[in-house]
């Protein structure tokens, strides 16, 4: 497969270059993480869902003054000590390869034409900006003073500077690089806005990112915060490459019968106006949700048999993503199989759970998250 080949080797190229790291599959194996922490659920999805944290762990062990005596660095995330420069280069790096990852998953799961799996490659890797924040013009390691390769960080930053384009905003102005250069929270918000395509929402109170409100006045960051800051960041992206994935598959605007499109999207519309409800932290409907699946089933009988559409279930942010993801999931399939009790073809309904990844407003008060928590129906073929 031509296009998966090019991303994997060419564009991205990260699974070769990194080290394997911690194994950390979750996040209960850090001895020094507690659930109430405000940094719990973000450090979890970063673990757990992402994969992210496994790398930096002994670069942070290193990075402490004094140094410590654990004997395995894996088993301490080290929330309280501050974030440096070769900790965020290998955790970009590591995050790059997620991204990728989930790039490939889109693309394969999207179509199975070749030139329209090329076509959604190149709307995927025009959501990344490969240009550094500090213009520095750096496209090889070599030469870089300070820079040795010997250094656990070194193969990422060979990635940074010479594939993804991005590495200067890990190096000095005078192109040399200092491994425990402490970043500002502005610095890594910036560096993770640009490379992502995602600047942050400012207005006269401040910068957010996701639901996380930026504090541009910390000169450092602790690697709590940090992994607050990173999980939003990485949250936005991987909504806005399912939403690329989405749009794409969706139906041409052009087309031989305009007027059945027109009909078929005002349907699906109305479909997903219509509230449907599940019992708490349940897949299982609320029995006043039967009625209104009735209606909506009775409303997709309607569209022409060649029509196949997505059931898509969202929810709020409480919980963890990997866990609000599964339930989305569980509640999708739960709507489909009434849907196909009812009499639609099981043939026309697709199920999708989305976890919190495509929230329409914040999630900070109880409007919001009754908002964001919904059932919304979506063409992928007329």
């Known amino acids: 497969m031509k296009l998966i080949r090019v991303f994997l080797t060419v564009i991205f190229g990260l699974g070769a270059v990194l080290s ?29 869902r992402y994969s992210v944290v496994g790398d930096d762990l002994k670069l942070a062990a290193d990075d402490t003054v004094p140094k410590p005596a654990d004997a395995k660095a894996e088993f301490f995330y ?15 790096a590591r995050c790059y390869e997620r991204l990728n990852d989930l790039m490939n998953a ?22 990344f900006n490969h240009t550094s924040v500090n213009r520095l013009n750096v496209t090889t390691v070599s030469g870089v003073r300070g820079l040795d390769s010997s250094f656990e960080e070194y193969d990422a930053l060979v990635t940074l500077i010479e594939r993804v384009g991005v590495g ?32 942050p929402a400012c207005r006269a109170g401040g910068c957010r990112i996701g639901n996380l409100a930026l504090n541009y006045g910390n000169k450092t960051v602790d690697r709590g915060r940090f992994a607050r800051i990173l999980n939003q960041y990485l949250d936005a992206m991987t909504a806005k490459i399912n939403e690329t994935a989405a749009n794409f598959r969706r139906p041409e605007t052009g087309g031989s019968d305009p007027a ?9 519309a109305e479909a997903s106006d219509l509230t449907v409800n599940f019992k708490t ?65 099981p043939d026309r309904i697709v199920a999708k759970g989305y976890g919190a990844a495509q929230s329409k407003t914040a999630n900070e008060t109880a409007e ?11 063409i992928l073929k007329l």
Do not use: C
């Not at 080290?78 to 970009?92: E, G, H, I, S, Y």
């Not at 192109?175 to 500002?184: D, E, F, N, V």
């Not at 059945?260 to 699906?268: L, T």
């Open 168 to 199: 200067g905003d890990f190096l000095n102005a005078d192109k040399s690089y200092t491994p425990t250069r402490q970043l500002s929270e502005k610095e890594v918000s910036e560096i993770l806005g640009n490379l992502l395509g995602l600047p």
């Open 20 to 48: 394997a790291g911690a194994q950390v599959t979750g996040v209960s194996q850090f001895k020094d993480v507690r659930p109430a922490a405000d940094y719990y659920a973000d450090l979890k999805s970063l673990v757990e």
């Open 106 to 127: 889109a693309i394969l799961s999207t179509t199975e034409d070749e030139k329209q799996k090329e076509a959604l490659g190149e709307k995927l890797f025009a959501l």
């Open 78 to 92: 080290r929330p309280q000590t501050r974030l440096t420069n070769r900790q965020f280069a290998v955790l970009l």
């Open 260 to 268: 059945y499109r027109d009909e078929a999207v005002r349907i699906v």
């Open 281 to 345: 932290a349940s897949a299982e409907l609320a029995p006043e949700s039967l009625a209104i699946i009735k209606q909506q089933a009775e409303m997709l009988q309607k569209l022409r048999p060649t029509t196949v559409v997505e059931v898509g279930v969202h929810s709020d942010n409480v919980g963890s993503a990997t866990s609000n993801l599964a339930l989305t999931e569980r509640r999708a399939e739960a709507v489909r199989a009434e849907l196909i009790r009812l009499g639609v073809n």
């Open 368 to 378: 919001g998250r009754t908002i964001n928590r919904r059932v919304e129906f979506s």
